[in-house]
């Protein structure tokens, strides 16, 4: 079985600027949750999708954060315009029905 | 709302050393406690513990959960350099949501 495919691994942006992550789930999972790690802390919980529709985002910074769940397939979180507070590792996860629960390798944020 | 406390933050030991990690929680509605061991970037899955008093194993690693008085503890014998990572709790609700909340993890390091 395929895991939770994220890209790019690594970016470096300057503050006011904007980036998009994206991850890819396992197969047939219908549920995608980004996390956000900043270092030295745990994950937090930035959006969950349940297929193509939004279950949780109570923690998502609005005014400058957006994700979406084209199709009930992959996902993109964004991030305009970037601060320097938003510098942490992005985690995607996946979970089936089940409740087995995948995490991707991450995207490494720092902003400058 | 869910809370998840581990302490310490951060221990030091010597190879062949045995630690106990400790992980509290408050939560409404309390569905599994999952205890996850991450080197980089994505955390791995250790366990996952539903029941109260009934020891999960895997090689030197085991945990247990205390329902009662919320708290779970991860202990690892004759520890190893390999062991040295930050090793999070989560818990998770029994609600459609799914999500996972974490606690701040235990920064381990094993020296040779």
């Known amino acids: 079985e395929a895991g939770v495919a994220q890209s790019p691994r690594y970016k470096i942006i300057e503050k006011r600027q904007s980036v998009a992550f994206w991850c890819n789930p396992i197969s047939g999972h219908a549920t995608l949750y980004w996390y956000q790690q900043i270092l030295g802390q745990g994950p937090k919980l930035l959006i969950q999708f349940q297929n193509n529709g939004v279950v949780d985002d109570s923690q998502l910074p609005k005014d400058r954060f957006s994700a979406e769940r084209l199709k009930g397939v992959d996902s993109t979180l964004k991030i305009q315009p970037a601060k320097l507070e938003d510098s942490a590792v992005y985690l995607c996860?996946?979970?089936?029905?089940?409740?087995?629960?995948?995490f991707g390798s991450g995207t490494r944020l720092t902003v400058v | 709302e869910d809370k998840v406390v581990q302490s310490p933050l951060s221990l030091v030991v010597h190879e062949g050393d045995t630690v106990t990690l400790n992980c509290s929680y408050e939560?409404?509605?309390?569905?599994?406690l999952l205890w996850y061991k991450q080197e980089k970037k994505a955390p791995t899955f250790l366990f996952m513990l539903t029941s109260s008093g009934i020891e999960k194993k895997s090689g030197r690693l085991s945990s247990i959960l205390d329902k009662k008085e919320l708290f779970s503890i991860l202990n690892i014998t004759a520890t190893q350099t390999g062991d040295s990572a930050i090793y999070l709790c989560a818990v998770r609700p029994n609600n459609a949501g799914n999500m996972l909340t974490f606690g701040g993890g235990t920064r381990l390091m094993v020296k040779p």
């Open positions: 939560v409404t509605n309390f569905r599994s």
């Open positions: 996860a996946s979970s089936s029905d089940r409740g087995g629960y995948t």
